[in-house]
Structures are given as C-alpha cells and as structure tokens.
C-alpha cells in the first residue's frame, strides 16, 4: 500500500499503589527545568430573562443574592506544559486526549506505571497536554448555552468498545472475558473509569476552534492525537499546516476533511492501530476510513506511514495503547519515527 504500510476492592487499590511506588523509584528524577499552564480559548455569551435568586454556598453561611443574566465566558480550553531541562525535540509535541477523557490519558496508567507524559519529558520534549472543551480543568457550559445533553458512560461500555475484552466487566477476574494477550492492565480498569468524564456531542467546532489558537500561541510544533481527537488534529493541521510540522494519529476515531488533503501535503503523517481490530463489529470501517484518507494525503504529494502492532510482531495492544503494559514500547516506535523525520537534534 505504498509508503502506508510500514506495517477492586480497596485491597487491590493498595496493591496498584505499593507495585507503582516500587516501579516510580527505580526510575531517574525527571530533569524539568519548567512547568506552567494556561487556558487558552472561549467565547462571550449573554443570557438574559432568567430570575434573580438566593443561594447558600456553604451549609451555615447567609444566603448571596445571584443575578444569572449577564455575560458568560464558555468553551475555554486547559493547557499544561513541561519544559526539559536537556531539549533533544526540535518542536515540542501536544498530547491530545479522545472523547469523554482528559489529559488525565497522558499522565499516570491506571496500573500506576508512567504514561507518554513523562516519556516525552524524559526523552527531551517540550511537551503539552490539554483537556479539550468541556472536560476537565478547562470547565462546561450551562445548559442554556449547550443545550444537548452530555454523553456518560456505564462501566461495561469501555471494557468492550475500547477492545479490552468482550461481555461485562466483573471485578472478579473469573467472571469478565479480556482478549487473549491482552495488554490493557485489567486491575486497573475501575481507575481508568474514574478518568472517565461527561461528552458532549455538539461541541467539536468550539474545540477546534481552541486547539487552533493553542496551536497559534505555542507553534511550530509537533500534534499526537488519540480517538476522537483524530479529528481536531487533522482538521486543525488543515487549517494550519505552516504550524503543525507532523501528526501522529492514534488509532483515529475522527477524521480530516477530504477536500483539504491538499493542506497536508509537507506534513509528514503516522497512523497507529492496535490489536483485535478485525474481532470489533466498529473498527474495521473506523481504520479503513483513515486509511482511505490516508490514500487522498498521498495523492496530494503527502508522506504517511501506517503500523498495524501485530503486522510487526506487537500484540495484544487495546484502543487505549497509551495506558496498555507496552506503552512505552509504543511510545519508543512514536519517537523513533520522528527521530527518522529529522525532529531531534
């Protein structure tokens, strides 16, 4: 295919915990000679008509008249960054978190191991990660401003939608299906439901529209993007191709537009997909989707590389690759591929 193809109770809590601090001293104090965040983004919204009313904002207090009508600022979005203090990344990257998740994806596995955060930081990248509209520190509009309602997931919905396993989750490790091979840390699958927050539907045009001036601040750069955020990326890149110097899509689940492929043609692309794809009833037609795109980039003059883990003897890797027990390993074929584009000094 061208060059696309390059093919718990609380005593397991307490035991995640002891198993991370073992794991965490062996590795190096992290060599940070920064770290700062901002919020970037956001509109201006009036609401009028709406009563007067009293509120008590802590058991015992006096009551506070609030006046609801006025102006609002909405859709704002979160941003942390780390800065080495040793630069090797001629760019910084941007870790971009998928739907109903935040930054929180890049951080800590829900197992207690480091997650891609701290590998690009030790690696040498300036490094940032957001929560996009909506999740997390950057906040949420009222209901009179979003008026469709949010998205919450049940337990069981990751557990077979992010190819972990099939059926229900059980805490009880004999009574849930995982895939075989699987490397998603199954005793920390009730952490990474607690990462798990609110999605709105209707909000992807405010999160591009902050993730473009993210990228107008702190750009020339470098954007990793995971799940839904495959579409924030693409399109952003599209829009901004003389910022976004390369883009690395993570099992993509959101796309760019066809008829701006021509954008991305000195923008060098890499496309990662996990295991058990052909075993999900969604996948297939996910990844041939961006694979199809992936072809138009092509044939506008684009560079993409396409890695399908188990093409290359890597297996068992869930949507979630980031959090998964190789992640590292992934995360070194990531900075070897930028490394191979000339994105380290």
């Excluded at 001293?25 to 992290?30: E, V």
């Excluded at 949010?150 to 396993?165: A, E, T, V």
């Excluded at 702190?218 to 910022?243: E, M, T, Y």
């Excluded at 959101?254 to 991305?264: E, I, M, Y």
């Amino acid at each position: 295919m061208n060059n696309m193809t390059i093919k718990f109770s609380l005593v397991s809590c307490c035991i995640l915990l002891a198993l991370s601090a073992t794991a965490q001293s062996k590795l190096a104090p992290l060599d940070v000679a920064e770290v700062g965040s901002f919020h970037i983004g956001g509109r201006l919204v009036e609401i009028a008509g709406k009563p007067i009313k009293e509120v008590v904002f802590s058991p015992g207090s006096a009551p506070a008249k609030i006046d609801p009508n006025g102006s609002y600022l909405v859709e704002q979005m979160y941003v942390q960054y780390f800065f080495p203090k040793n630069v090797k990344g001629k760019l910084p990257i941007l870790l971009w978190h998928g739907g109903g998740l935040t930054g929180v994806t890049y951080e800590t596995t829900p197992d207690g191991r480091e997650g891609w955060q701290n590998y690009f930081i030790r690696k040498g990248w300036k490094t940032y990660v957001s929560d996009a509209v909506e999740r997390g520190r950057s906040g949420w509009a009222s209901p009179e401003i979003w008026t469709s309602e949010p998205q919450f997931l049940p337990i069981d919905n990751p557990w077979s939608r992010f190819r972990i396993g099939t059926g229900s989750w059980s805490e009880d490790p004999a009574k849930r299906v995982q895939f075989p091979g699987s490397q998603f840390p199954a005793e920390g699958y009730m952490n990474f439901m607690r990462q798990v927050v609110p999605r709105w539907t209707t909000t992807d045009a405010a999160t591009i529209s902050a993730y473009i001036e993210l990228v107008d601040k702190v750009c020339p750069c470098i954007v990793l993007v995971h799940s839904q955020a495959g579409q924030f990326g693409q399109k952003v890149a599209q829009a901004r191709p003389d910022k976004v110097k390369a883009l690395i899509l993570v099992e993509p689940a959101g796309f760019g537009d066809p008829a701006k492929a021509d954008a991305l043609k000195n923008t060098p692309i890499l496309t990662i997909y996990g295991d058990f794809i052909n075993q999900d009833s969604r996948w297939p037609t996910i990844r041939n989707n961006q694979l199809a795109l992936n072809q138009k980039y092509i044939e506008a003059g684009g560079s993409v590389d396409v890695i399908n883990l188990p093409e290359i003897g890597i297996k068992g890797n869930s949507h979630m690759m980031m959090m998964d027990r190789n992640n590292l390993q992934i995360a070194d074929l990531i900075e070897g591929w930028l490394k191979k584009k000339g994105f380290t000094k």
